[in-house]
């Protein structure tokens, strides 16, 4: 009887580890790091506001993560993916896609907990992705991809198939959007993309990074070495303006009549007239790694991502900055 019971006990005890540690493998361990040294490995290339506190980014290990306080916390959520994400944008505060390398369309429908990989027509790498609403979105990449959805779930190809990078592209409503690129390449659709025309940029065959319109009519560009052409008529003439700096600028965006645009080695500019004049900014964004997304929700709440870990936040027009506080990753 008592060597009944002693075995009994052993295989209780036996049976209670093997549980405990199954639900410790099933259970993710998180650990939180703050902003700064510890997390140089990760290279942020895109911030995006959800809504008002709600925020996302994307970089490159397949990193999405999200923010529930205007980004100064931010948590990852797991994508599935190991590769780059160059880009991520979201419609309302639940519907969101992301892309990168290998053709990789990622959706999400719960605000960006969970994330599904959607067929793609290309494996080459997505660079840009420009989402106006559920029914009007694209991407372009590299090997001349500019792709269409009316859905979000099927992605056609709107254009040639042709050895050339495209780096950006940028709606200002359903119809009319302009792409950039490799080879100073500018091309311009008027019907959401069912035609595309060329439009002439005066640099030659300078790389072209980022464009953006204030309207229909009056927008930027940016190029190699902190090249910047205008154009005031929807790109029909497009004219190299003064720059303030030699640094690449790699995202512009603009509020009403003021621009913003960042870029290499810690480049932060600013124009008060639709662009056509630019000055380095006078606020300390503290690096000198390169800028590559900024994005604000208002006129006060500005946020900036980049190399090496950096998400910079103001609350105050830009006019000082600070670091985002901690990033909780899952326990390798």
Request: aromatic share 12%; charged share 20%.
């Amino acid at each position: 009887m008592k060597r009944n019971r002693i075995l009994f006990w052993l295989v209780f005890i036996t049976m209670s580890i093997v549980v405990f540690k199954g639900a410790a493998l099933a259970e993710k361990r998180y650990v939180t790091f703050p902003f700064g040294p510890k997390l140089y490995l990760y290279n942020f290339y895109k911030i995006v506001n959800i809504d008002e506190n709600k925020m996302a980014i994307v970089g490159n290990k397949g990193t999405i993560c999200l923010s529930q306080d205007g980004g100064s916390n931010w948590k990852v959520s797991e994508s599935g993916i190991t590769s780059e994400l160059y880009d991520i944008a979201f419609v309302g505060d639940k519907d969101g896609w992301a892309i990168g390398r290998f053709g990789v369309i990622l959706r999400t429908k719960d605000g960006g907990l969970t994330w599904k990989r959607i067929k793609c027509p290309v494996d080459s790498t997505l660079l840009s992705l420009h989402v106006q609403d559920k029914n009007h979105m694209w991407i372009v990449g590299e090997w001349g991809t500019l792709l269409f959805s009316a859905d979000g779930e099927t992605w056609v190809k709107q254009y040639e198939t042709i050895d050339r990078i495209y780096r950006d592209v940028f709606f200002i409503d359903n119809n009319q959007g302009w792409v950039v690129g490799e080879f100073s390449v500018i091309l311009h659709t008027r019907d959401g993309g069912k035609t595309w025309i060329d439009q002439k940029s005066p640099l030659g065959e300078r790389a072209l990074f980022a464009v953006s319109f204030s309207d229909r009519d009056n927008g930027i560009a940016s190029a190699m070495d902190g090249h910047l052409i205008l154009t005031s008529d929807s790109g029909k003439t497009w004219t190299e303006i003064e720059s303030p700096t030699d640094k690449t600028p790699l995202d512009i965006m603009f509020k009403g009549q003021k621009g913003y645009a960042v870029g290499h080695d810690g480049t932060f500019l600013v124009s008060e007239d639709r662009g056509k004049t630019w000055n380095i900014s006078k606020s300390n964004v503290y690096t000198l790694g390169w800028l590559k997304s900024i994005t604000s929700f208002g006129d006060q709440k500005f946020r900036i991502s980049g190399a090496n870990g950096i998400v910079l936040i103001s609350n105050d027009a830009c006019k000082t900055w600070g670091f985002a506080s901690t990033l909780t990753l899952v326990h390798p």
